[in-house]
């Protein structure tokens, strides 16, 4: 059986794509609370971009193949390289296109690059327990489970707790559900 065609591809964010970023995430802000605080302002952005010239940091664009429209935004964050190998996933998908499968498929993408581009070992994804959005798309991902980390993060100006979850390149072809895209 055939995988079915992706529909998403991978983009490294530009200053050109300031203000369609800043539109989607103000489209967004009810899906995104309390979950994430994305970029809001024009020197947010910014600042993104620069924490994106950093060695330990990458930040890819989510876009559909059929219209370019900007669905979703993952970043490989807290690169390690040497012994450990790994890297924290963050992400975010924007309104209209949350739900729709397309994170699952960009998602699918930017592990292939995590594990295959950047040879990492190790993706770890922290999530909110009360995000069972997010929670289903990482497992769904071929995430595993490792445990519970309380007050792990601060978000929107208090602490939360949250579920870690991780992929190794080594276990991740295997995941439920088939292979990832080639």
Not at 86 to 99: K, R
């Amino acid at each position: 059986m055939q995988p079915a065609p992706v529909r998403v591809h991978l983009q490294a964010p530009l200053p050109v794509h300031g203000p369609e970023f800043l539109a989607a995430v103000a489209a967004s802000r009810r899906l995104h609370h309390p979950w994430v605080s994305p970029p809001a302002t024009r020197a947010a952005y910014r600042a993104h971009l620069a924490r994106c010239e950093e060695d330990d940091f990458r930040s890819l664009l989510i876009r559909r193949n059929e219209d370019q429209a900007l669905v979703g935004l993952a970043n490989l964050s807290a690169i390690q390289r040497g012994n450990l190998q790994s890297a924290y996933l963050g992400f975010y998908a924007f309104v209209p296109y949350a739900g729709l499968g397309y994170m699952t498929e960009g998602l699918m993408l930017v592990l292939r690059y995590a594990f295959r581009d950047l040879s990492l070992h190790r993706v770890e994804a922290n999530v909110q327990p009360t995000n069972a959005a997010s929670l289903a798309l990482v497992k769904r991902v071929g995430f595993q489970r490792e445990g519970f980390s309380p007050r792990y993060l601060k978000i929107g100006g208090a602490w939360r707790d949250h579920e870690r979850w991780a992929a190794l390149a080594d276990e991740w072809p295997n995941r439920p559900g088939g292979h990832p895209p080639a």
